[in-house]
């Protein structure tokens, strides 16, 4: 058996200038590599887990952390293990070698966040650099350093660069420079592999090449990428952003233009010396296509969880002959569309009323591109618009509705002694992604003044590991603030209202106790000042409720449809309600995603 190493007590003792061979897992890396340099090793080989399929795979940490420990640390696969256990007690020498293999240095780190940017939908990143597991000076530390991973390292990698452009063309203003450094980026396999402009931008740096180009491209806004942002759209879509090509040399440059099948581009453009060209870039949809995008709605097969539905790629310029410093430019670009239907939910019809049953029905129509579907709740609450800034308030509740359905919906297990319940929330403005808010829903029982539990739209990173990471969830706690199940949230990006389900066991609710109240506030993660508290409470009956909910209704384009609804009014009295919130994620952002059918006299 090998050792995990994460305790000095692990080692024993060891002989003078011992190099230990430990197992991967349990404990951090660099646990590791103190506790082995506080046993007395010169240096530790890192085992990787037995479970990794790849028998060859390395470790994900392979360096060293002077901060920490300093001592040298290597990474093998696990296909090494018997070989390394076998030369246990064997005399070696440490010399420098060969090159280390290391088939994961190109790939993006699995902790990369990728764009389109929160708020504009804009383009980003521009570039990707060298971020995982670099080793740099630390201050204070005399000779010694230390090993990080993230924006911290790639960020000055690029500023290194910048500072190379900048003292090799003095004249540049910032856009120019940065404008150099995506220009001349790479997307080639042999760079990064794979390549996604989401998450790399244009590629990565190419610092010798930045320096020595001649030729850069800017565009629109101050950048050197393609921003189409945000579109909900009805129809067809065009939307044209220029190209500026600048040209610092002494001779004219002629450049082969190449878009892509949703961005066209003149074939071929010609920059004069120390002069610049335009060209437009236009990203287009047809009418079909826009009617073809995907919903928004995760849980109805749109984007992953926690991810926006984008195009992108990246328009290039190649010149079509080579002279010193002139390279191929590429400027990447990225478009946010959404297809919106138009689900509109008429005034109920009259009530026909029988053994204490009202029973009426609800016309919907779709007029939009986009197809989508009616989902019904009961409507509890509402709040007029009234945060000060809607762009930027984007937790500011519109409307709350509650719907019940047999607890299988959610757990794919029929349980007669459970009801699945899901929340919808609705907002008069529009975030980038949910996570940017936090809806606290406060559950009451008997007592109205003391909630028993709280359902609450998280970003579900921040609640299981301190770290947002854009999965928005539905989480329920109880009173004294102990997480007690979480559920994926309905939460599309670039959208307006979230679902957020749960079980009613979940809140205490059984067929024995089946009333229930609650309230909501909306909070800005953004801005703390930003609060949308809700007045009143609204009641509910899970297992009898006043009003009929659950009802679920595709509409094509064109397409329409009477729901049926019902009101028992032997629990109206007790559970009472304002009428029903007919939701349609893919409509509009707004009011439009959620229309109000008032309850009336049944």
Sequence with gaps: VVSLGCTAADYGTLPANTVVAIQRGVCPFVDKGAAAETAGAVGIIDINRDNI???????TFIGYNPEIFDIPMIGVGRGSKAAIIAADGQAVTLQPGGTVANPTYKRL???SSGGPRNGDSAAKPDVTAPGSSIVSTLS????????????????????GVAALVHAANPSWNPLA???????????????????????????????????DTVGYATTPDGTASLSYGYDPLSAAYSETLAITLHNTSAAGITY????????SVPATVTVPA????????????TAAQVAALPTTSVLLGGAPWGGVNTFRGAVVATPTSASAGVYSLRIPYMAVPRGTSNVTAAARSAYSTANGISRASIPV???????????VYAWGLSDPDDLPNVSTATNDIRAVGLQTFAAEGLTGAPDPNDRALVFAVNTWGRWSTAASNQFDIAIYGANKHKPDYYVVGVDFGAVTTGSFDGLFASVIFDAAGNPLDAWVAESPANGSTVLLPLLASDIGQTSGNTRFSYAITGFSVEDSSLVDTVAGQAEFNTFNPALSTGQFVALAPGGSASIPVAVNKGFLSTAPA?????????????????????????
């Design 256 to 263: 082969n233009l190449a878009g892509t099948a949703f961005v």
């Design 177 to 211: 420079v940065k404008a150099a450094i995506v220009g001349t980026a790479s997307a080639a396999a042999a760079d990064i592999n794979p390549y996604n402009v989401r998450t790399a931008g244009s590629g990565a740096v190419q610092a010798r090449k930045a320096v």
């Design 53 to 59: 399929a790849d028998p060859n795979e390395l470790p």
């Design 365 to 375: 129509t779709n007029t939009g591109i986009h197809g989508s579907y009616a989902d």
């Design 109 to 111: 780190a699995s902790f």
């Design 578 to 602: 304002k009428g029903w919130m007919v939701v349609a994620i893919d409509d509009a952002n707004g009011a439009a995603q959620a229309d109000l059918v008032p309850i009336g006299t049944p």
């Design 274 to 285: 120390h002069g610049t060209a335009t060209v437009n870039a236009t990203a287009a949809l």
């Design 140 to 159: 204070g530390s005399g000779s010694k350093g230390t090993t990080l991973s993230g924006t911290s390292m790639a960020s000055p990698h690029v500023a």
